[in-house]
């Protein structure tokens, strides 16, 4: 009988053991990979914008002669009514006489500046001006006055043989006053402006609404002139008492300009005024031409001024916590991208505004960590940016999420 020949036990328990093993390896290797493995990043997606919608209240121009106005520093404010072309602008020529003059000689604010003789052809100004029904003021012998003085009589009681003088002390002649004049139109791009001498008596002093408007902003941008336009009233050694010819002065917040009277002009106003919008103050410049008395006209300014003003507005951008974008990850966690603050505008008028959102890439994130900007374009406005924060926190979803869901959402590029 053959002999049975037996395999010992440890042999058969081998390949079985080995088999285990090699299970359980695969088994520790594919939950460490799982565990470890980096997720891509989460999807983003951006919201819709809605646009805030704004206005425009309909200003109330008059019906006569050449109107003009701008917010300054909103240039799609300018608005305009009546005659384009060049109109005579009275005694609002003594404004570009004071510019011109202290183009010349120059003050600082609280300087006197030089002073001033009026010598005998300044004196006879007086008989000059006063033969033409122009507005004068005394002048007597020996008067000497500072240039600030000087230009105070001339801009506030828009007194004519005040200007002439200025104009002589400056620049010697009329003829030489008339060049400068010129060259300092031309400097500030006044073109349709012409002046041929100081007072404004001259019908052929001539501009445009628009030309004005920009004179009246050159004006206050002057911190002498714009001191001297705003002041009421004044005692002035040999001219007595002055009082501003403007009567709106300091009515609806009017700062200014001056005044102007002529046959061939019929009342004029160059004027401005500041209002408080958006928390920051904003100044209205006008003109009005060829008014037919100065009652009539103020009435037609303070109207004309309400509408401007009232076509300043706040608009908001965002909120702080709006929502431009949304995370999705793969363990369907969600997290808002939300403004980090609020933001707004003031403008003028209708506005119009857009968004562009940018979000970033991320896979986790903490609540209030920044994860991109909103851009907003907003029309006759600089743009604003404001940062993109995640509304709550984007966390690892755990051990037990990557293995029960394997290897989903991986990120390909690092795997």
């Known amino acids: 009988m053959p002999r049975v020949v037996r395999s010992p036990r440890s042999a058969v328990r081998r390949p079985l053991t080995i088999g285990v093993v090699v299970v359980l390896l695969l088994a520790v290797g594919y939950l460490v990979a799982a565990a470890v493995v980096p997720f891509a990043p989460a999807s983003a997606t951006t919201a819709r914008y809605v646009s805030p919608t704004s206005t425009l209240p309909e200003l109330r121009f008059p019906g006569y002669g050449a109107t003009a106005v701008q917010a300054t520093g909103f240039p799609e404010s300018l608005r305009t009514s009546g005659d384009t072309d060049p109109r005579s602008i ?15 000689k120059p003050l600082e604010v609280g300087q006197a500046g030089p002073s001033i003789r009026f010598d005998a052809e300044m004196q006879a100004l007086y008989a000059t001006y006063l033969a033409k029904n122009g507005e ?23 007194a004519n043989n005040y200007a002439g003088s200025l104009a002589l002390w400056a620049f010697g002649s009329m ?15 006044l073109d349709h402006t012409t002046i041929h001498e100081p007072t404004g008596l001259d019908p052929a002093n001539r ?6 408007v920009r004179l009246g902003q050159l004006a206050l941008a002057d911190p002498v002139v714009k001191e001297i336009v705003g002041t ?5 050694p040999g001219a007595g008492a002055i009082e501003n010819s403007n009567k709106l002065l300091g009515m609806d917040g009017i700062e200014g300009i001056k005044t102007g009277t002529l046959d061939e002009a019929g009342a004029c106003l160059l004027f401005a005024a500041t209002y408080e919008r958006g928390g920051r103050p904003v100044t209205v410049v006008g003109v009005m031409l060829g008014g037919v008395d100065h009652d009539a006209l103020d009435v037609d300014v303070q109207r004309l001024l309400r509408s401007v003003a009232d076509n300043f507005q706040v608009v908001t951008l965002t909120h702080a916590g709006q929502t431009f974008g949304t995370f999705s990850t793969p363990w369907r966690d969600e997290a808002d991208a939300v403004a980090a603050e609020p933001a707004e505008v003031l403008v003028w008028g209708t506005t119009a505004v857009t968004a562009k959102a940018r979000l970033q890439r991320i896979t986790f994130g903490e609540r209030g960590e920044r994860v ?12 604003v940016t404001v ?29």
């Open 90 to 104: 009275a005694s609002i020529t003594k404004v570009v006489t004071a510019l011109v003059v202290l183009d010349e």
């Open 207 to 212: 501009s445009t609404a628009t030309d004005l």
């Open 136 to 158: 004068v003021a005394p002048m007597p012998d020996g008067l000497r006055l500072s240039e600030y003085q000087t230009m105070q009589v001339m801009l506030m009681k828009s």
């Open 232 to 236: 009421k009233q004044v005692t002035v």
């Open 175 to 189: 003829g030489a006053y008339e060049r400068a004049a010129a060259a300092w139109l031309d400097e500030h791009d």
């Open 387 to 415: 940062p993109l924060v995640l509304e709550r926190s984007i966390e690892d979803p755990g051990v037990w999420w990557r293995w029960t869901n394997p290897f989903q959402g991986v990120d390909a590029a690092a795997a």
């Open 372 to 383: 991109g900007a909103v851009r907003f374009t907003i029309e006759h406005h600089d743009p």
